[in-house]
């Protein structure tokens, strides 16, 4: 499974980077997406959810106030 995240939603709460601080970063208010070397992903790249973090992500999903985070198989 994939991840990413839309920027342009985004409202900067970071629930996700407390959820999966190896998934997620907040940066300057927004949100990114790490990819497994730990590099930011930035335009809505999308990464591969390590299968370790997969309910983590899920609940940083489904918890996002700003409803931009996008799982994808």
């Known amino acids: 499974m994939k991840v990413w995240i839309d920027q342009d939603v985004c409202t900067g709460d970071g629930l ?33 959810i390590p299968d370790m973090e997969l309910n983590a992500v899920l609940d940083a999903a489904e918890e996002c106030p700003g409803e931009c985070i996008f799982i994808e198989a």
């Not at 940066?27 to 997406?33: A, K, N, Q």
Request: proline share 3%; hydrophobic share 40%; net charge negative.
């Open 16 to 48: 996700c980077e407390e959820s999966s601080p190896s998934v997620f970063q907040l940066e300057d208010g927004v949100s990114f997406v790490r990819d497994a070397r730990g590099a930011l992903v930035m335009g809505g790249g999308m990464v591969d």
